[in-house]
């Protein structure tokens, strides 16, 4: 079982708490009514699938019900961090080489 930590609650609870929301830090298109077909088609449906560190949006379901993101590692499923929304990607070299 996946243990996820709430940013807003500070809480760390299982993840049966919390809801998947898709990708992190995806910007919506200004004017959506001048892409093409194609490009509507990408910011929709296409995302990246890397293999390593996966930055993702959640939701705390059964608890503040409060959006927030984290960064996990695709390859352990271990979170690496979360963060409040509207907060930039974290610098986790940066956090790595201080540990």
Same mark, same amino acid.
């Given at each position: 079982?996946? #243990?996820?930590?709430?940013?807003?609650?500070?809480? !760390?609870?299982? +993840?049966?708490?919390?809801?998947?929301? =898709?990708? *992190?830090?995806?910007?919506?298109?200004?004017?959506?009514?001048?892409?093409?077909?194609?490009?509507?088609?990408?910011? #929709?449906?296409?995302?990246?699938?890397?293999?390593? !560190?996966?930055? +993702?949006?959640?939701?705390?379901?059964? =608890?503040? *019900?409060?959006?927030?993101?984290?960064?996990?590692?695709?390859?352990?499923?271990?979170?690496?961090?979360?963060?409040?929304?509207?907060?930039?990607?974290?610098?986790?070299?940066?956090?790595?080489?201080?540990?």
């Amino acid at each position: 079982m996946l #243990l996820i930590h709430c940013p807003y609650c500070d809480e !760390t609870l299982p +993840e049966l708490e919390f809801a998947y929301a =898709g990708e *992190a830090h995806i910007e919506r298109p200004k004017d959506p009514s001048a892409l093409s077909d194609e490009e509507w088609r990408d910011f #929709l449906f296409i995302r990246t699938n890397p293999k390593g !560190t996966h930055y +993702e949006r959640w939701r705390h379901v059964h =608890g503040c *019900a409060r959006y927030f993101n984290a960064a996990r590692d695709t390859v352990s499923d271990k979170f690496l961090t979360t963060y409040r929304a509207g907060e930039a990607r974290p610098d986790l070299d940066r956090k790595e080489a201080a540990e």
